[in-house]
């Protein structure tokens, strides 16, 4: 049961940070891959208004999340924007999100340097509750909460919001978006500040569920939001949110049964053994694709 | 038509240049729609009507010409902006977004506006959208799609609709429909530029007609007389 339970909570975080990834992916048809620095810089971020602000945990949450916004739109503009009308715009995008993450890791280790950083002592709440006969935190609770909150609040976003609607049109047919009067380049910037702006929270999320944050923790997160995404079903939100929480049993489930150092062996040849069975992912449409 | 020469035209093209790299698709056209009228454009494939059509609604940039809209410069203006300000086209191929529902096409269209009374117009004009409107829009026929496509036009209440091609593909009995409609807009006020490969159907709606070949206007007048014209029909219009 314990397990259970951190998988879950493990799991929502990676599905929050997965299911930013995927809504880029899914309108914009573009990988961002600055999306794990947004992850990292955001713990940061998180940490230094908790340690030299005095913030509570959670005001600093809202404030992650707008920071989180504002660096999507720096992304959108600086890596991506100018590359639009190339034919390569794909390659050219990935490449150069890669290298504006590069810059924003760049930057923390210039004001942070290379150790690991953690909360004061004093900063999270110490509220325990029994749930099942296992120990759960009160941070633990907020942080599934709040995770799987951001994420019916976006799927209802795109579900049944103008901006949701404009958002699905750009993603089938960004042609006919403009010819029906869309703004294109607004509507894409406000998809890569959402995008960020639940990446950031997921990296807050992350620092304060482990209580550490490192220049690392973008990348080692990055491949499995890349699994996720793939094994949800590339531009699935749903998909997301459920290759997150199994993604985050699986790590759970191997490290207390098999080994810790079986982590990534058990988890990532579970969502191999989940491709071989459905190729298009967990929610993908079962067609492939046209190039 | 005596009248359109005392009105300022609400659409005027001078001297439009589009050029796709080095192809010069559109080669110094001018032409103009005057208000409350029905203008055609008809010419072969590739004769650069679509081009036209998308530099005035500001989907491509034009190379050189300007571009003049109830008595401003618009050359510049962006296609979104457009939209808002009551120019609305009717894009070649429909372009319905098939995964969104009939209703959803219908709320883009009122992206500006978000007039609902004009949906409830729309679906009273074309009630088999009515009758479907949670499906999702590629479940439709390609006359229905087109249907779709008009009324998602309508539903920003243009003063110029632009349709490319409204008949393609479609069955005599869809065409003869959609010609219906197209009068009943132009009967409603709304100017209407028409392109179609089906020449002689347009022309017979149309008040002035232009014939396009390779980027450049061969004929223009009012419509009835490029249907009189030997020359035109027979270089142009096909037996
Ligand atoms: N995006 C583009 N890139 C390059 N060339 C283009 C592009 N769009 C059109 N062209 C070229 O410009 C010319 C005019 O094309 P356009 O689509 O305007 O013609 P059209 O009269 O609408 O033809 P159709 O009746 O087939 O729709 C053609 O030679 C076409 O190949
Ligand atoms: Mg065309």
């Known amino acids: 049961m314990q397990q259970l339970l951190n998988g879950l909570f493990t799991g929502s975080i990676y599905a929050l940070f997965a299911i930013g990834f995927t809504l880029v992916f899914g309108v914009l048809d573009r990988l961002n891959l600055a999306h794990p620095a947004v992850f990292a810089v955001s713990a940061f971020v998180g940490i230094e208004l908790v340690e030299v602000a005095g913030l509570s945990i959670w005001y600093t949450l809202p404030i992650v999340f707008v920071v989180g916004g504002l660096l999507g739109i720096i992304i959108e503009r600086v890596a991506f924007r100018p590359l639009k009308n190339r034919p390569d715009a794909h390659f050219a995008g990935l490449i150069s999100s890669i290298a504006l993450a590069g810059m924003f890791i760049a930057l923390l280790q210039w004001r942070y340097g290379p150790n690991t950083r953690r909360f004061p002592a004093d900063s999270f709440p110490s509220t325990t509750f029994t749930v099942f006969g296992a120990q759960v935190t009160l941070l633990q609770v907020a942080i599934l909460v709040i995770s799987v909150a951001l994420m019916v609040a976006l799927t209802l976003l795109v579900a049944k919001s103008r901006l949701g609607r404009g958002m699905r049109a750009i993603a089938e047919n960004p042609t006919a978006a403009r010819v029906l009067g869309i703004n294109v380049d607004r509507v894409t910037m406000t998809t890569f500040a959402i995008s960020s702006a639940l990446g950031a929270v997921a990296g807050a999320l992350f620092a304060m569920n482990v209580n550490s944050a490192q220049l690392g923790m973008g990348t080692a997160i990055e491949l499995k939001g890349l699994a996720v995404i793939i094994v949800g079903g590339m531009g699935s939100l749903p998909g997301a949110l459920v290759g997150g929480l199994l993604l985050g049993l699986a790590e759970v489930f191997a490290v207390a049964n098999i080994g810790s150092s079986w982590r990534d062996m058990v988890a990532f040849g579970l969502l191999f053994l989940i491709l071989l069975v459905r190729p298009q992912g967990l929610f993908g449409a079962r067609k492939v694709r046209e190039v | ?239």
């Open chain 2, 1 to 239: 038509m005596t009248e359109s020469h005392a009105t300022e035209p609400i659409l005027k093209v001078e001297n439009l240049v589009v050029s796709y790299g080095r192809v010069e698709a559109v080669r110094g056209v001018s032409f103009q729609a005057a208000s409350g009228s029905l203008i055609t454009l008809v010419g072969a494939n590739g004769a650069g009507k679509s081009s036209i059509i998308n530099a005035v609604s500001g989907i491509v940039r034009p190379k050189a010409g300007t571009i003049t809209f109830e008595g401003r410069d618009i050359t510049k203006t962006s296609a979104h902006a457009l939209v808002g300000e009551g120019l609305v086209q009717v894009p070649e191929g429909r372009q319905i977004l098939g995964t969104l529902t009939i209703h959803e096409n219908l709320q883009l269209g009122g992206w500006h506006t978000n007039d609902t009374a004009a949906i409830r117009e729309v679906y009273e004009r074309f009630p088999v959208l009515a009758e479907r409107r949670d499906l999702p829009a590629g479940a439709l026929s390609g006359g229905e799609q087109q249907m779709l496509a008009i009324g998602r036009a309508l539903v920003a209440r243009p003063r110029l609709i632009l349709l490319d091609e409204p008949s393609m593909g479609l069955a005599p009995k869809i065409v003869d429909e959609v010609f219906r409609v197209i009068e009943e807009i132009r009967a409603s006020g709304t100017t209407v530029v028409l392109i179609e490969q089906n020449a002689r159907r347009a022309l017979r709606a149309a008040d002035h007609g232009y014939v396009l070949a390779s980027g450049e206007i061969a004929h223009e007048g009012p419509a009835a007389d490029l249907l009189a014209d030997e020359r035109v029909v027979q270089a142009y219009l096909g037996v």
